[in-house]
């Protein structure tokens, strides 16, 4: 049987685009068009203060250009995201974001620093490779 203490940072997006606090909808869109991404993390310096998921921006996207000029990630950004660090096991990530209901967390390495984003499709993706036996903690050929 296969051990469900992989860590998360195995499956982990590294350096994922972001964004800062100031961003406006249509340059949102664009972004998360241009990189193929659902999730967003709202950065001040070095620290994740919030993320933006694709449907925040889709609900926006309905307003007028006027009304959209004065609407920033900041506005729409869910606040202080759920934080983990990198050796947290995946099955407890997992289980957190389904609890929450969310479709992001935010990994920081063993020093607190920003290391990269885990999402549901992140999730995914780790539960195929380890079904299938390719995951770190399956056992290994040769």
């Known amino acids: 049987m296969l051990s469900a203490r992989v860590p998360v940072d195995e499956f982990t997006?590294?350096?994922?685009?972001?964004?800062?606090?100031?961003t406006s909808i249509d340059d949102l869109r664009l972004l998360m068009?241009?990189?193929?991404?659902?999730h967003l993390p709202v950065v001040r310096g070095d620290t994740v203060v919030g993320v933006i998921s694709d449907r925040d921006v889709r609900v926006v996207s309905g307003l007028t250009a006027m009304e959209k000029l004065q609407v920033?990630?900041?506005?729409?950004?869910?606040?202080?995201?759920?934080?983990?660090?990198?050796?947290?096991?995946?099955?407890?990530?997992?289980?957190a974001m389904s609890e929450q209901k969310i479709g992001s967390v935010i990994v920081n390495d063993e020093d607190?620093?920003?290391?990269?984003?885990?999402?549901?499709?992140?999730?995914l993706n780790a539960l195929i490779e380890i079904v299938r036996g390719g995951?770190?903690?399956a056992p290994r050929a040769g």
């Open 33 to 38: 068009e241009e990189h193929g991404i659902r």
């Open 112 to 123: 607190g620093r920003f290391l990269g984003i885990f999402t549901a499709s992140d999730a």
């Open 13 to 22: 997006t590294p350096d994922p685009i972001t964004t800062n606090e100031d």
């Open 135 to 137: 995951g770190a903690s």
């Open 72 to 95: 920033r990630a900041a506005d729409i950004m869910a606040p202080d995201p759920l934080t983990v660090s990198a050796a947290t096991p995946l099955d407890d990530v997992a289980y």
